[in-house]
């Protein structure tokens, strides 16, 4: 049996963070480098080993921007919403702050990622409606795993990434300067760069015995 040293794939999992005021502007990616952490990507599992998933690749200073201008024209009322929540709700001591700040960071200066990743599936969630195959469920199971995938290859080779959706309010427009035919799904953007300083720290989380659930729903009685 392969035996793994888990110290190093536990700080993986657990230091692959989403990675905004970070992100180093100003050091090219190597398009190699991409491709080594989409090969990764490509062993994610999937549904009937039918791997509809495709990446489009974007560093094009130009059509970078077209991603950028939709990503802030999304993020403009989406953020008002959010602060406008987070004041009424959000405890003093709460983080919240910081993420608002690195998402108003990451908004500013998106066109200047080296690289924006934008993973794509073949077809659509409706392809699965009414089917016995799980649905929609089992459609978006077939093709997230591997953008996970790849923000964790991107990790170990010292890449930052953050998962982002907000430009799919205007997939049509971005697909449209990106050729990308309207019968593919687009999933996400991965902004990806280096990053700046030595490391991550895990993040806060509840502990796993709070969230886990033996036999019947609220259950925790180990």
């Known amino acids: 049996m392969t035996e793994f040293d888990l ?9 692959t963070r989403a990675v905004r005021k970070r992100l ?3 050091t090219p990616v190597p398009r190699e480098l991409i491709l080594d952490c989409i090969r990764i990507s490509t062993q994610a599992p999937a549904g009937g080993n039918y791997q509809k998933w495709r990446w489009v690749v974007v560093d094009d200073p130009e059509k970078k921007m077209v991603v950028a201008e939709a990503y802030r024209e999304a993020y ?3 953020i008002e919403q959010q602060k406008g929540a987070v004041a009424s709700k959000a405890p003093e001591n709460s983080t919240i702050g910081k993420i608002m700040s690195s998402s108003d960071y990451l908004a500013e200066i998106l066109e200047r990622v080296p690289v924006l990743a934008i993973p794509c599936s073949l077809g659509s969630p409706e392809d699965m409606e009414g089917g016995l ?6 459609w978006w199971g077939s093709v997230l795993p591997a953008v996970w995938s790849y ?16 430009h799919l309010r205007f997939a049509s427009r971005v697909g449209e300067i990106l ?21 991550f720290r895990p993040g806060t989380r509840k502990p796993a015995e709070n ?9 925790t009685e180990f």
């Open 76 to 78: 403009a009322p989406y």
């Open 151 to 166: 923000m964790l290859a991107a990790r170990a080779r010292g890449l930052g990434t953050v998962w982002t959706t907000l």
């Open 133 to 138: 195959g799980g649905g929609t469920q089992g």
């Open 211 to 219: 969230v886990t659930y033996w036999n019947q729903w609220k259950n």
């Open 7 to 15: 110290h190093q794939v536990d700080h993986l999992l657990t230091t």
């Open 24 to 26: 180093d502007l100003d």
């Open 179 to 199: 050729e990308i035919p309207e019968t593919v799904t687009q999933l996400a953007c991965v902004p990806t760069a280096y990053y700046t300083g030595s490391d």
